[in-house]
C-alpha cells in the first residue's frame, strides 16, 4: 500500500494518510526499512504493509519511502 505522512511524533511514531481511507494509519520507527525516522518528514510518500493484529488496531509494518 502507499499512503503520506500526516503527522511524526518525536516519540518516534506516526501516522499515514490514505486515499479513500478517513482514519489515519499508525507507524513506529522500529518499521521503517532503508531510512531513519529523522529522514522522514511529513507530506512524504510511504510504501507500507498493514499488520491488523495490533493491540490498538492496525498499523503499518515493513515502511519504506518511496
Do not use: Q, Y
Not at 46 to 60: C, K, S, V, Y
Amino acid at each position: 500500500m502507499t499512503g503520506t505522512i500526516k503527522k511524526l511524533v518525536e516519540k518516534g511514531f506516526g501516522f499515514i494518510s490514505r486515499e479513500g481511507e478517513e482514519k489515519d494509519l499508525f507507524f513506529h520507527k522500529a518499521e521503517l526499512k532503508g531510512v531513519t525516522f529523522e529522514d522522514l518528514k511529513e507530506g512524504d510518500t510511504l510504501n507500507f504493509d498493514i499488520d491488523e493484529t495490533g493491540d490498538r488496531g492496525p498499523a503499518a509494518v515493513n515502511v519504506t519511502r518511496v
